[in-house]
């Protein structure tokens, strides 16, 4: 199983691999909103961490639908289907490389974004926090998506389209953490306990999901 | 350990692929499928590895190692795609599949380097998989057979992109497994040259 993470990252990072397409797309949407909305500091810190959080919502969808479909083109996925390792297991740990080499760099990034945004420290710490919290779930949404449209030739709009509404709690509870925190009367905690627990929650739901799923797609 | 295959029938949509393959294959035995395009070599195949549910009938293992409900659990399947990244090296590829994989009860794979060496490639086990050949492909494709221990071999047109040496070399890698008591089953055009072998013709379509 070891060797499977490994396998992975490395696989991620090797040329077409796409890890660093993520954070590119990430930059990318981040850095054009102050162009887009203008030189107003205070509306930009106001609407920054939303729109951190929707740039890594959206990076983090980006490279979803190869997870499994790259397995299944090589004829790797039939071997992974075989052993008597549970798959669960299998797509849990192909999972936390996938967040390792996508969603942990959007979580390295967000920092220095956040200063495109005009935020301050404690609205850039509350974000890294909530995004290092929170994109995870979105990872393991993403995985039943991935399972699901594993078969079909241009299946990547569909997991986003898929796995999108699953997202948006995640989303909601994401930035209303960071609002609570740099905002004086909310509570920060309570929106985090939830964000984490979403996460814990899909971490066990979404890898038995996926596998079921992976386990009827068998051509 | 024997591996027990009674009443076994598969459908694809409305039609009925195959109906009612029985067989049994004791240690050291080889099962040789054979018939045109489309008579289900390939879908059988899939159904012995676990890949495709059958539609009735039952195979399992009789005498074997405890804790392995299925006999997939203990099979190599080589399909026609060669379950190999192109972004990594051959080295790289075979000793993720070797401890991915793992050894089944009652043998252990040889090491990456020396299943190289057995398919005639070992100096260039380096090399990204992307890098070589078809043939060369499925060559390293066939070591993955040889760095985990699996007493069943299931192998789909295993030979196909192959020249004439390499068919032998095969036949040999088929042979040895076989003497190691081993059990094969393998869909092909081409006859492997394995001794001791039941047959198994498919016939096609049953509507």
């Given at each position: 199983m070891i060797a499977l993470f490994f396998r992975d990252l490395k696989l991620a990072v090797r040329a077409g691999g796409g890890a660093m397409l993520g954070v590119l797309f990430f930059m990318t949407v981040v850095a054009v909103i102050p162009f887009g909305v203008g030189p107003d500091l205070n509306l930009l810190a106001r609407i920054g961490p939303a729109i951190l959080w929707i740039g890594a919502l959206l990076a983090s969808l980006l490279g979803l639908d190869r997870l499994f479909q790259a397995e299944r083109e090589d004829g790797s996925l039939d071997l992974l289907l075989m052993q008597e390792t549970p798959l669960l297991l299998t797509v849990f740990v192909k999972c936390t490389a996938h967040w390792s080499a996508t969603g942990l760099p959007l979580v390295v990034a967000s920092p220095f974004l956040g200063l495109f945004m005009n935020m301050n420290e404690l609205?850039?710490?509350?974000?890294?926090?909530?995004?290092?919290?929170?994109?995870?779930?979105?990872?393991?949404?993403?995985?039943?998506?991935?399972?699901?449209?594993?078969?079909?030739?241009?299946?990547?709009?569909?997991?986003?389209?898929?796995?999108?509404?699953?997202?948006?709690?995640?989303?909601?509870?994401?930035?209303?953490?960071?609002?609570?925190?740099?905002?004086?009367?909310?509570?920060?905690?309570?929106?985090?306990?939830?964000l984490m627990a979403i996460t814990l929650f899909f971490a066990v739901i979404g890898p038995v999901a996926a596998a079921a799923a992976l386990r009827h797609s068998a051509d | 350990m024997r591996l027990l295959v009674e009443g076994l029938?598969?459908?694809?949509?409305?039609?009925?692929?195959?109906?009612?393959?029985?067989?049994?294959?004791?240690?050291?035995?080889?099962?040789?499928?054979?018939?045109?395009?489309?008579?289900?070599?390939?879908?059988?195949?899939?159904?012995?590895?676990?890949?495709?549910?059958?539609?009735?009938?039952?195979?399992?293992?009789?005498?074997g190692p405890t804790g392995f409900k299925h006999p997939h659990?203990?099979?190599?399947?080589?399909?026609?795609?060669?379950?190999?990244?192109?972004?990594?090296?051959?080295?790289?590829?075979?000793?993720?599949?070797?401890?991915?994989?793992?050894?089944?009860?009652?043998?252990?794979?040889?090491?990456?380097?020396?299943?190289?060496?057995?398919?005639g490639l070992g100096g260039i086990t380096h090399l990204p998989f992307g890098y070589l050949s078809a043939g060369q492909q499925r060559r390293m494709a066939m070591a993955k057979l040889l760095v985990a221990h699996r007493p069943i071999w299931?192998?789909?047109?295993?030979?196909?992109?192959?020249?004439?040496?390499?068919?032998?070399?095969?036949?040999?890698?088929?042979?040895?497994?076989?003497e190691r008591g081993g059990i094969v089953i393998a869909a092909t055009h081409q006859p492997l040259g394995i001794g001791q072998s039941q047959a198994l013709q498919m016939k096609g379509f049953v509507h």
């Amino acid at each position: 199983m070891i060797a499977l993470f490994f396998r992975d990252l490395k696989l991620a990072v090797r040329a077409g691999g796409g890890a660093m397409l993520g954070v590119l797309f990430f930059m990318t949407v981040v850095a054009v909103i102050p162009f887009g909305v203008g030189p107003d500091l205070n509306l930009l810190a106001r609407i920054g961490p939303a729109i951190l959080w929707i740039g890594a919502l959206l990076a983090s969808l980006l490279g979803l639908d190869r997870l499994f479909q790259a397995e299944r083109e090589d004829g790797s996925l039939d071997l992974l289907l075989m052993q008597e390792t549970p798959l669960l297991l299998t797509v849990f740990v192909k999972c936390t490389a996938h967040w390792s080499a996508t969603g942990l760099p959007l979580v390295v990034a967000s920092p220095f974004l956040g200063l495109f945004m005009n935020m301050n420290e404690l609205a850039i710490g509350a974000t890294m926090a909530t995004l290092l919290a929170g994109t995870p779930a979105i990872t393991f949404i993403g995985a039943v998506g991935a399972a699901v449209a594993v078969a079909l030739p241009r299946g990547g709009l569909l997991v986003s389209i898929l796995v999108l509404p699953l997202a948006v709690p995640v989303l909601i509870f994401g930035i209303s953490a960071v609002y609570a925190a740099i905002e004086d009367p909310a509570p920060f905690l309570p929106p985090f306990m939830i964000l984490m627990a979403i996460t814990l929650f899909f971490a066990v739901i979404g890898p038995v999901a996926a596998a079921a799923a992976l386990r009827h797609s068998a051509d | 350990m024997r591996l027990l295959v009674e009443g076994l029938s598969a459908r694809r949509g409305e039609d009925l692929i195959f109906n009612d393959i029985s067989f049994a294959l004791a240690p050291g035995e080889a099962l040789i499928v054979t018939g045109p395009n489309g008579s289900g070599k390939s879908t059988l195949l899939r159904v012995l590895a676990g890949l495709l549910a059958a539609e009735s009938g039952r195979l399992y293992i009789d005498g074997g190692p405890t804790g392995f409900k299925h006999p997939h659990e203990l099979s190599h399947y080589l399909g026609h795609r060669n379950a190999m990244k192109r972004e990594l090296t051959v080295e790289e590829n075979l000793s993720f599949w070797q401890s991915f994989l793992g050894d089944s009860p009652g043998g252990a794979g040889i090491s990456t380097a020396a299943a190289g060496e057995a398919v005639g490639l070992g100096g260039i086990t380096h090399l990204p998989f992307g890098y070589l050949s078809a043939g060369q492909q499925r060559r390293m494709a066939m070591a993955k057979l040889l760095v985990a221990h699996r007493p069943i071999w299931i192998l789909d047109e295993p030979t196909a992109a192959l020249d004439a040496g390499a068919d032998r070399l095969f036949s040999e890698l088929v042979a040895a497994h076989l003497e190691r008591g081993g059990i094969v089953i393998a869909a092909t055009h081409q006859p492997l040259g394995i001794g001791q072998s039941q047959a198994l013709q498919m016939k096609g379509f049953v509507h």
